[in-house]
């Protein structure tokens, strides 16, 4: 069984800062890409920052130069530290981590629960 399990959403102020985290636990034989996605009512959810295990960190247009993905593969973690937030950054996050299980033949993406950030004065 694998779970991912977020942390670090909340209410901040536009301009303010929060840094969201997601570690993975269980039984877990290699993770490859981890990322953050994010889902605001009535919208689908969208991509905002993906790190492969290997290769070019990928961001979406909206976030560049505000929000920055890092990973911890010693603690099978990922973080998204999201600096000069506004409003429309408010949403459901979502992390992603495509894992392979042990006893699996292949990998599967796993989904954390989410985490609510709102940006409002």
């Known amino acids: 069984q694998v779970q991912l399990v977020e942390s670090g959403g909340g209410l901040v102020q536009p301009g303010g800062s929060l840094r969201l985290s997601c570690a993975a636990s269980?039984?877990?034989?290699?993770?490859?890409?981890m990322g953050w996605y994010r889902q605001a009512p009535g919208k689908e959810r969208e991509l905002v920052a993906d790190m492969p295990s290997g290769g070019s960190t990928t961001y979406a247009d909206p976030v560049k130069g505000r929000f920055t993905i890092s990973r911890d593969n010693a603690k099978s973690a990922v973080y998204l530290q999201m600096n000069s937030l506004k409003p429309e950054d408010t949403a459901v996050y979502y992390c992603?981590?495509?894992?392979?299980?042990?006893?699996?033949?292949?990998?599967?993406?796993?989904w954390g629960q989410g985490t609510q950030v709102t940006v409002s004065s």
């Open positions: 269980g039984s877990i034989l290699s993770i490859n890409a």
């Open positions: 992603k981590a495509l894992i392979r299980a042990w006893r699996t033949y292949s990998a599967t993406n796993y």
